[in-house]
Every structure is written in structure tokens, then in C-alpha cells.
């Protein structure tokens, strides 16, 4: 699904919505998360899941085609854990499309 399907789906639901409105409604739910993720803070959508900043600490890679030792820096990197309701609706999902397919 890309953002255009989402704002089209949130649009096509809900009558009331002009799909400009739709699509500054995702836009601001997007920056939102971006602006807390970009100040390290920890985003929560009970149901859902959580997003998250995790840092990843300098070390010493190589490059696999020459050998030579390469000094990776550290990173902030965002990072999702799926809540419990999220996981099981997937996991129930996957194995409905898999008996479907026999």
C-alpha cells in the first residue's frame, strides 16, 4: 500500500472527507511521527505498535571486496515493534491465505 492508496481509502470511507482533507490528514499524522522520531522520542499507537529510536554504536567493518578494515560511524536508526493485536491479525491472515490457496 502506498500513501496515495492510503489517502484514497481514508478518503473513500469517510464521506465527510475531501480527498485534499484526506491527504493532509496523512500528511500531518506522517510528520508528526517524523518530528517525534526526529527528537528521539518513542511514538505508541495502542493496537498497532510502536515506533522507536534505536542507536547503533560506531565499529570496525570490512569490505568484502577488497578486505580492507573500513570504520562504520554510529547511526540513529527508527525502528517498529508491531503491537500483540497487529501480529496476530497478520498472523491469522497469513494462514487464511494459505488454506485458501489449497
Known amino acids: 500500500m502506498t500513501r496515495s492508496d492510503l489517502v484514497d481509502q481514508l478518503a473513500a470511507r469517510f464521506a465527510q472527507l ?3 482533507d ?4 496523512v500528511k ?6 517524523s518530528d517525534a ?16 529510536v ?6 570496525i567493518g570490512r569490505n568484502p571486496r577488497s578486505g580492507e578494515r573500513v570504520v562504520v560511524p554510529e547511526k540513529r536508526m527508527p525502528h517498529f ?10 498472523d491469522n491472515g497469513l494462514y487464511a491465505d494459505a488454506a485458501d490457496a489449497r
Open 18 to 20: 475531501t480527498h485534499r
Open 22 to 25: 484526506a491527504e493532509l490528514a
Open 28 to 33: 500531518t499524522i506522517l510528520d508528526a511521527l
Open 37 to 52: 522520531l526526529e527528537n528521539s522520542h518513542r511514538v505508541e499507537i495502542r493496537g498497532f505498535g510502536s515506533f522507536s
Open 54 to 59: 534505536s542507536h547503533r554504536p560506531a565499529r
Open 81 to 90: 515493534k508491531p503491537g500483540k493485536n497487529l501480529r496476530q491479525l497478520v
